[in-house]
């Protein structure tokens, strides 16, 4: 089940300060103990901030993504330390760099941006192709209307050209 920051923030809450056990939650809500006690750590380290909607946080340098990974490999760190470190929500994301870098070795880690600043990248070329088809439909009306009124014109030229051929032919 997928949860938003505000849901999450507010069962690691209600463990943490209310101290309703994981257990009670994870049966009552659906949310998963694990998860729970791991966004109960993130949150008794960073407080509220680690759930907050935060875009800047969100891209990951290159070189930043190449420390932790050199923090679970060589020093032996879990990818949840790492993680939580890195006050990121979600831990899987240090270990798909870990294994990334397992399978692709360094050239495979490359800077990556938040999903939001993707969607304003796809929306930008969206609009841009929207704008496009909008001039070729305006350019496309006028190439009609234009047709359109020189239609009767060429037709009355073909037909006086039809009445002279006939005229010479007599």
């Not at 849901?7 to 949310?31: F, N």
């Not at 800077?111 to 192709?129: G, N």
Request: glycine letters at 2%.
């Amino acid at each position: 089940m997928k949860l938003t920051l505000e849901e999450k923030l507010k069962y690691v809450k209600m463990h943490v300060e209310d101290d309703v056990p994981i257990y009670d939650i994870e049966q009552e809500y659906g949310y998963n103990a694990s998860r729970l006690k791991y966004h109960a750590a993130l949150y008794k380290r960073w407080g509220e901030k680690a759930f907050e909607k935060d875009k800047q946080r969100k891209d990951y340098s290159r070189s930043m993504k190449l420390n932790a990974i050199k923090e679970v490999i060589s020093q032996g760190k879990s990818c949840r330390q790492v993680a939580l470190d890195l006050m990121l929500t979600d831990p899987a994301v240090v270990e798909d760099w870990v294994n990334k870098y397992k399978k692709e070795g360094e050239d495979g880690i490359k800077d990556t941006h938040s999903r939001e600043a993707y969607k304003m990248h796809d929306d930008r070329v969206l609009v841009k192709e929207h704008k496009k088809l909008l001039e070729d439909l305006e350019r496309t009306k006028a190439e009609n209307e234009y047709l359109k009124k020189s239609f009767p014109l060429a037709l009355e030229r073909s037909k006086r050209f039809k009445k002279r051929q006939k005229s010479f032919k007599s």
